[in-house]
């Protein structure tokens, strides 16, 4: 992460739980215009289960990056987007579920945050750059 106010620059973020294996984690892969904050990307959360349900891909997520405007530069990352669900047999069909995520990083790109997807709330995060 940059400090610039003009351009463009990439934020990848790796946010869960330390210390608690098997728990989801979230992979994170941003692109913000630093003049207005818009961020656009993709995500993927993966989980140590057994296939198919180890990996759940995030195409498109939308959000903000701003500045708290006070102490050591801080900024809060919160974004949101949709992702295709199938059902398993016996039953047929497929539905959007929703996710966001909201994060609050140090100039270094690490930090704290939660995500949720689905029916699933992961909180108390540790966010480490993996940019």
Same mark, same amino acid.
Request: glycine share 12%; aromatic share 6%; net charge negative.
């Given at each position: 992460?940059?400090?610039?106010?003009v351009?463009?620059?990439?934020?990848?973020?790796l946010?869960?739980?330390?210390n608690?294996?098997?728990?989801?984690?979230?992979?994170?892969?941003?692109?913000?215009?630093?003049?207005?904050?818009?961020?656009?990307?993709? *995500?993927?959360?993966?989980?140590?289960?057994?296939?198919? !349900? @180890?990996? &759940?891909? %995030?195409?498109?997520? =939308?959000? +903000?990056?701003?500045?708290?405007?006070?102490?050591?530069?801080?900024?809060?990352?919160?974004?949101?987007?949709?992702?295709?669900?199938?059902?398993?047999?016996p039953?047929?069909?497929s539905?959007?579920?929703?996710?966001?995520?909201?994060?609050?990083?140090? *100039?270094?790109?690490?930090?704290?945050?939660s995500?949720? !997807? @689905?029916? &699933?709330? %992961?909180?108390d995060? =540790?966010? +480490?750059n993996?940019?």
């Amino acid at each position: 992460m940059t400090d610039s106010t003009v351009g463009y620059y990439l934020i990848k973020a790796l946010v869960g739980r330390q210390n608690m294996p098997g728990s989801p984690e979230l992979h994170l892969t941003l692109g913000v215009d630093a003049s207005s904050g818009q961020a656009n990307g993709s *995500a993927e959360i993966t989980q140590a289960l057994p296939p198919p !349900y @180890g990996s &759940t891909h %995030i195409p498109h997520v =939308t959000g +903000t990056v701003r500045h708290l405007g006070f102490g050591p530069d801080l900024r809060v990352v919160a974004v949101k987007g949709q992702y295709v669900v199938s059902v398993p047999p016996p039953a047929i069909g497929s539905y959007l579920a929703n996710f966001s995520a909201t994060l609050v990083l140090k *100039a270094d790109g690490s930090g704290e945050g939660s995500f949720s !997807y @689905g029916d &699933t709330t %992961i909180t108390d995060c =540790t966010v +480490t750059n993996e940019g």
